[in-house]
């Protein structure tokens, strides 16, 4: 079978035309990425660290990211504290169940619109989610996210 000429190139064409279909099928399907328009909404996508107890969740969209960061949790309020890598014109986060909630507008804590915080009230932290808006240069983006994160633990703060 390894004497036959045919057979032999077939081995090694074969591997090269796979790569180069994969990579052709990629460029000719793929979505080509695009910048933010003004007045238009985008989706935020939450990264993986919002779904554990790090005390950090953070959202993003392109090359537009926000960061929030758990700064205290009690059994009746939520401190929160956001960092943006852009200027934001607003923000609001609601903690909401299934039924809607009443959106809280965050405050700026610095004079380029980077950071922000906010107090949130708090019942029953488990069962709600995080939902966000964002306003930044006229453009409009939201995300939802577990709560998991507002607690923040390590192996350092389990109890032996």
Known sequence: MFKNKHFIVALLVAPILAVITYFGVDMAVSEKPHAA?????????????????????????GEFKV??????????????TLKSKFPLQGIKVALADE??????????TNQDM?????????????????RIAVQANDTLYYGETETTFVTY????????
């Not at 007045?39 to 993003?60: A, M, P, Q, V, W």
Request: a positive charge.
């Open 37 to 61: 328009k003004q007045g238009k909404s985008y989706k935020l996508i939450s990264k993986s660290n919002c779904r554990y107890t790090s005390g950090l969740c953070d959202f993003e969209n």
């Open 67 to 80: 960061q929030f960061r758990s700064e205290k949790l009690t059994s009746d309020s939520l401190q929160l």
């Open 99 to 108: 039924a809607d909630a009443n959106p809280i507008a965050m405050t700026s």
């Open 114 to 130: 980077r950071n922000w915080a906010v107090s949130l009230p708090v019942t029953d932290i488990k069962n709600k989610k995080l």
């Open 153 to 160: 633990e390590t192996l350092f703060t389990e109890e032996n």
